[in-house]
Antibody, heavy 119, light 109 residues
Framework: EVQLVESGGGLVQPGGSLRLSCAAS????????MHWVRQATGKGLEWVSA???????YYPGSVKGRFTISRENAKNSLYLQMNSLRAGDTAVYYC?????????????WGQGTLVTVSS | QSALTQPASVSGSPGQSITISCTGT?????????VSWYQQHPGKAPKLMIY???NRPSGVSNRFSGSKSGNTASLTISGLQAEDEADYYCSSYTSSSKVFGGGTKLTVL
């Protein structure tokens, strides 16, 4: 059974840093592209970052230069290092697997971890 | 990139059909056949319902169908059931990134 379990969320002050983790199981983690997607309370989904199987990374302008996505295939783990956090980064952060049958779509999601940026 | 445009809300009675639209541009929806749709119940993670415009993952009811014309994609739910009440989001691949719609709240009357 495919499972994605996020951790590392919490309360952080503006300008602070946080590192999120996503533990993957039930599939060959190294063979899949992985993304982070966030959702502010009562708002829609927003793509945050992507990492390919070769370690290539992609970001939207809203987080580029502040967030860093990485993966450690030996540990079946995905990470998101978030620096210079702002109030607008407050959201539930989901890790999501990009399907190989369902190409360019997220076929599995974690349960999410809440990040709150506030003084 | 701007979010894709979805209606904020739609509603229908049990047994009826509804359609949710998702309008983008030639750089996203119109340029790729990589439109996907997600269902999200309150407090839950999104669930993939449609990928590559019109394909259903295993286990998703055939009451859900997708299509695309030009820069607009659509999700149709036929034979509405109470459990279909949820938020629905469209998404499109676009030049090494992803963009989502703002979401549509489906109310089953």
């Amino acid at each position: 059974e495919v499972q994605l379990v996020e951790s590392g969320g919490g309360l952080v002050q503006p300008g602070g840093s946080l590192r999120l983790s996503c533990a993957a199981s039930g599939f060959t983690f190294s063979s899949y592209d992985m993304h982070w997607v966030r959702q502010a309370t009562g708002k829609g989904l927003e793509w945050v970052s992507a990492i390919g199987t070769a370690g290539d990374t992609y970001y939207p302008g809203s987080v580029k230069g502040r967030f860093t996505i990485s993966r450690e295939n030996a540990k079946n783990s995905l990470y998101l290092q978030m620096n210079s956090l702002r109030a607008g980064d407050t959201a539930v952060y989901y890790c999501a697997r990009v399907g190989r049958v369902a190409r360019k779509a997220y076929d599995y999601w974690g349960q999410g971890t809440l990040v709150t940026v506030s003084s | 990139q701007s979010a894709l445009t979805q209606p904020a809300s739609v509603s229908g009675s049990p047994g009826q059909s509804i359609t949710i639209s998702c309008t983008g541009t030639s750089s996203d929806v119109g340029g790729y056949n990589y439109v996907s749709w997600y269902q999200q119940h309150p407090g839950k993670a999104p669930k993939l319902m449609i990928y590559e415009v019109s394909n259903r993952p295993s286990g998703v009811s055939n009451r859900f169908s997708g299509s695309k014309s030009g820069n607009t994609a659509s999700l149709t739910i036929s034979g509405l059931q109470a459990e279909d009440e949820a938020d629905y989001y469209c998404s499109s691949y676009t030049s090494s990134s992803k963009v989502f719609g703002g979401g549509t709240k489906l109310t089953v009357l």
